[in-house]
């Protein structure tokens, strides 16, 4: 599990290894951000709960536009400097009377865990409804097909007991049900999304939809070939080390997890987390609403994702190390390109680590088989 060692540098080549130091600059568009956000708890309105959905979206797709152009994420600094003279100018203008203000200070935001949870519940059964649904799982598709390959091949799930752990609107489970497994069971929290998973899965014996929390599995040990976890943990204020090892526990010996959790660091979870506490006013209905007839559905899952999902960043050495002792092997997984963002996918890109800092975590972790049918098997 260690990592692999850095190459030795080519002193042959002057300039091969040479790479700016973008901190300051990194540093500073963070501040300006937090700037943007105390200016806009100055210039609270009726009128800026009206124009903050414009703000965050134009902001937001941005940053991705520059991401997926590996262009300059600090191109960014003119866009937020726009907005900033607009806030100004809105704050001069509130002392002419302009528009209404507030006579009461501003409500407390929402508790941002209990608001992830009510968004996920919400968002996924309006973005995923219908035929929706379908273009949805195509995501999916290319992740899975990539995990598949990794265990051996579809062959691999015929038989197999699956857990999805924080199913969502169950894209992995109606991939799955087509290989030949045992038994799928969908875990998730939302009250919504569970009456929704049952009517689509309720002519199909193989699953069970069960609604719980990914944070204590109520599962007995060893109960499952395949654990599936992808970007669940983190949503959630649960201790992750813990959540980890409670899901290697349900694996059975032989059997595999493939998890993925936001990494740490970077500009891109800075601005998700901006975007939350701007938005923090502004009711994930309303932003549904307002963009789902106009724009894709997929995108409009970023916007439950990032906008009004909470996140714990976790280091990938601090990952690493809690894999240990829990799996006998742990697999990265390179991710899709133009949907996902690990190094791999972004080896072209120069300013990787101001944008994302180590990238989403994107794991198969192994479960080796235990020592009495190792016995057995030598026998």
Partial sequence: MTPTAEPPVAVHKAYDRLRADHAKREAALEARLDALLELGREVESPLLQELKPTIVLALKWKFDYLAKTLASPFELEADVAYWHGVLEMLRSLAGQRWFARPEAAAAAAADPWRRTAEGFDLGWTTT???ERFAASREIA???LDQILEMLGGPAW????????SGCGPGRYIDLLRALG??????????????TVLRKRFRNDALIEIVRGTCERLECPDASFDLVISNGVLHHTPSDLQTMLRDHARVLRPGGAIFIMLVGKGGLELKMWKFVRDFLYDVPLRSMLERFGPRV?????QGIVDHMYGEYQETGREAFEGWCEGLFTRIERVPGVAGLDVTPE???DDPYFAERFGCGQLRYLCHKGPSRSAQRGGAR
């Avoid at 799930?157 to 999805?164: H, Q, Y």
């Avoid at 497994?181 to 569970?194: A, F, H, S, Y």
């Avoid at 894709?296 to 409009?300: A, K, N, V």
Wanted: charged share 40%; glycine share 12%; hydrophobic share 30%.
């Fill in 128 to 130: 995923t409804e219908g």
């Fill in 141 to 143: 598709r290319e992740r």
């Fill in 296 to 300: 894709s559905p997929l995108r409009l």
């Fill in 181 to 194: 497994p045992k038994r799928i069971v969908g875990l998730d929290q939302g009250e919504r999304l569970v």
């Fill in 345 to 347: 996918v972004y080896r």
């Fill in 157 to 164: 799930i015929n038989g197999k007991e699956i857990l999805d």
